[in-house]
């Protein structure tokens, strides 16, 4: 756990970068901190590991006064990784991982098997890329070693400015897609560093919205998203805000069981019951390993009462179903796109596990916006 | 067959061709006309030497001692040479205790193929950047050493270019005794000077004691703008005549390309290495030996480089000052006009230049790291 309190950091110059920062950022998540330039939240990552020191306040590190440790010694058990990478040209992977871990005094092998872990940890072959110099690595590969490092010594702590800033938006997503799976794995306690509201979003258990020194906001990115304090929130989380809340929703989250299943082998009578014991308007067709096949609606009955094959429309599950870890937002862009009001859920193997329909996205964004509005 | 091509190197065959020539020169023996050796009884003599390699009581040349150099023990770097014989007959020396084993150059460089080859299998297939240039620099500085050490080449180089001169070889001391003044003087003052111009140019680059690198720039520079044979000439008087005040001349005098290209090196490190570096929890001793240093040593290296050829050059003045060296026959050849003895002086300066260059070539090949060299 970090905690800031009332810290102050005030420049030879008089400059005032952070302004009484006091928050709390939590063990295994990930805090993002995001403002403007200018907003100090690189000089109040750079204040946990005394990088630059606190004029006023002090910063918990574990439950410790951070200035209570030596700064090297507290500087080895926190993480760094930074947007420019930093590795050093001169050494190899290996020995680039490996910095930390020497000079904590670690046996050579255990340094080894380490850094054999964390090249797997973060997609990297050991046998490849261990021997190799920085120079010869792609700009994705150098950050994946700058986190590996960062990782070395198994820190139970990270600082990270803007790791992914300076990486192509493809690798980025990449990128930020397996930290987060890596995260899920060692549950570091992370401050993460963004100016990009996006991925603070995607990135963030928590993101604090900073602005000349202070801050504005600190929530969940939902409760961001939904609930913006004050107009300065809003306007920086963008107009859009609506769509990228759907965007952190997961349709396996919302979705419903309250449509009606035919069986293939089922007649179309029993659908026409089916449909109407739900007071629905369709129902979908599943064949004997509940895999989706089609959906039948009442004026398909109608037209071919005797049989369900012939009144169905029939459609792979590809194309007509959701997968259930898509986004909502990007159901509701499938829905758009095909004119659904209702579209099925399917798992990764094409079996139906629940409906969304496009009134509970509606409402679901609506409710943010209406709680958005009365707050500020 | 691929073996056989694997052991003859680009570098063995030079070797190879170079053995060719040494053993076809054997064969010519040329007339000796330096008054100063005909009187010692060499008449006839080959214009190829042996090996000189007197630190292993191994050969060496049977001409040193002719005109009873006071010099030896400093040739010898304090071991007393193989040959000392009141006679002035090479094949005399033979009977007499520490017997030398003579070796032609030609062997020498028939092994120098030998050893090429086999670090050529050994290292078929890898950049191998420590044996191969030292061992190659090694060899180059022996055969060239020889011939500083071998009379006769002299007399018939000299005899070439004046065939009407009577005087030919200085008269006053032996070629190898020059040359091995003339390196003394280049060697220690040039390891003071790299020892002073790293410590300054560190020292200045220190956040501590940056305010003092305008006043160490100017005092830098000045030293080189102030002629040399200025300074020799005031040092003189206060240090006294001899080996010191040329030290000190040229210590001044070669200051400046290490301090400026240390400050210059230094300066240029990717400040996000250090600021990773510093991040991760090294001390600032460690961060400026493990990654400072190591990427500035190219620009470093190349400051030494270029300070050691400036420092032959100059050491030919240190004559002024009864320090030795090459600029022994230069002066006394001005002063007396005879224009073998200025061309002998100058031309083996400039060869000890060319030598020493190519020396400090590999040396600074093999110190720079090869994370900075490789390609990707």
């Known amino acids: 756990m970090i905690e800031f309190q009332n810290v102050v950091k005030q420049f030879p110059d008089g400059f005032r970068a952070v302004n009484g920062l006091s928050l709390t950022v939590h063990d295994g998540e990930i805090t993002v901190f995001i403002g403007p330039s200018g907003c100090g939240k690189t000089t109040s990552m750079r204040m946990v590991n005394r990088l630059l020191g606190i004029t006023e306040g002090r910063i918990m590190v574990e439950g410790r006064d951070n200035r209570d440790y030596p700064a090297e010694e507290l500087r080895r058990k926190i993480g760094y990784a930074i947007q420019q990478i930093g590795l050093f040209p001169h050494m190899t992977v290996l020995e680039n991982i490996a910095v930390v871990p020497r000079m904590l005094g670690w046996e050579e092998d255990r340094i080894r098997k380490r850094v054999d872990d964390l090249l797997d940890l973060v997609g990297l072959d050991p046998d490849v890329n261990r021997d190799k110099y920085p120079r010869q690595l792609s700009g994705g590969q150098q950050q994946r070693v700058g986190v590996a490092r960062a990782l070395g010594a198994d820190p139970p702590i990270m600082l990270m400015d803007e790791p992914f800033g300076a990486i192509d938006p493809i690798t980025r997503e990449v990128l930020q897609d397996e930290f987060l799976e890596i995260q899920k794995r060692i549950s570091k306690t992370i401050i993460f560093v963004t100016h990009d509201i996006d991925e603070a979003i995607k990135m963030g258990d928590r993101v604090a919205i900073l602005r000349e020194g202070s801050l504005v906001q600190y929530d969940t990115p939902d409760t961001l998203l939904a609930r913006p304090k004050n107009r300065f929130v809003r306007d920086f989380v963008g107009a859009d805000r609506q769509l990228k809340r759907l965007g952190l929703l997961r349709v396996r989250e919302l979705m419903m069981k309250d449509s009606p299943v035919v069986n293939l082998r089922q007649s179309a009578d029993d659908a026409k019951r089916a449909i109407e014991s739900a007071r629905a308007m369709s129902a979908f067709v599943v064949d004997e390993d509940g895999v989706l096949r089609g959906w039948v609606d009442r004026e398909g009955l109608r037209e071919n009462p005797d049989s369900l094959l012939d009144a169905m429309n029939e459609g792979d599950f590809r194309e007509i179903g959701v997968r259930q870890s898509a986004t909502a937002r990007e159901a509701l862009s499938a829905m758009v796109a095909r004119g659904f009001r209702i579209t099925p859920v399917v798992n990764e193997k094409g079996v139906l596990v629940g409906n969304i329909t496009l009134r509970a996205l509606q409402e679901l964004a609506e409710q943010g916006w209406v709680e958005g509005e009365q707050a500020s | 067959m691929s073996a056989w091509r694997r052991f003859l190197t680009p570098a063995a065959l030079v070797w190879l061709a170079l053995a060719v020539l040494l053993f076809v020169l054997l064969a010519v023996r040329e007339t000796v006309h330096d008054p100063q050796l005909r009187e010692a009884g060499v008449k006839q003599a080959s214009i190829v030497p042996d090996l000189w390699l007197p630190v292993f009581q191994f050969g ?270 230069i002066a006394s050849g001005l002063n007396q006009a005879i224009q073998p003895w200025v061309l002998l002086g100058a031309f083996s300066a400039a060869l000890l230049a060319i030598l020493l260059d190519y020396i400090l070539g590999r040396v600074e090949y093999v110190m720079t790291p090869k994370g900075l060299i490789i390609e990707r």
């Open chain 2, 60 to 329: 060496g040349s049977t001409y040193l001692d002719i005109r009873g150099s006071d010099d030896l023990r400093v040739l010898t770097f304090g071991l007393t040479p193989a040959v000392v014989s009141d006679s002035p007959n090479p094949a005399a020396g033979g009977d007499q205790a520490g017997k030398p084993i003579r070796v032609t150059l030609g062997w020498f460089a028939l092994f120098m193929v030998i050893i090429e080859g086999l670090l050529g299998l050994r290292y078929a297939d890898r950049d191998e950047k420590l044996f191969r240039p030292l061992v190659r620099a090694a060899g180059i500085f022996l055969i060239i050493w020889s011939f500083y050490g071998h009379e006769p080449f002299w007399d018939w180089l000299l005899h070439g270019i004046f065939p009407t001169s009577p005087d030919l070889l200085y008269n006053s001391n032996t070629v190898i005794s020059l040359a091995g003044q003339h390196l003394t003087l280049v060697v220690i003052s040039s390891v003071l000077t790299v020892a002073i111009g790293l410590a300054l140019g560190i020292m200045v680059t220190r956040a501590e004691f940056r305010e003092f690198l305008p006043l160490v720039s100017d005092i830098v520079n000045s030293g080189q703008t102030v002629p040399t044979l200025a300074i020799v000439a005031i040092m003189a008087p206060i240090i006294g005549f001899g080996f010191w005040p040329a030290i000190v001349a040229l210590i001044l005098y070669g200051l400046l390309p290490v301090v400026r290209n240390t400050i210059v090196g230094l300066e240029g490190v990717d400040p996000a290495m250090i600021d990773a570096a510093r991040g991760m929890g090294m001390t600032p001793s460690q961060i400026l030996w493990q990654i400072e240093v190591p990427n500035a040593s190219r620009i470093i290296l190349a400051g030494v480089r270029t300070s050691v050829v400036i420092n032959v050059g100059t050491a030919a003045l240190g004559a002024y000052v009864g320090s030795g060296g090459f600029g022994n026959p």
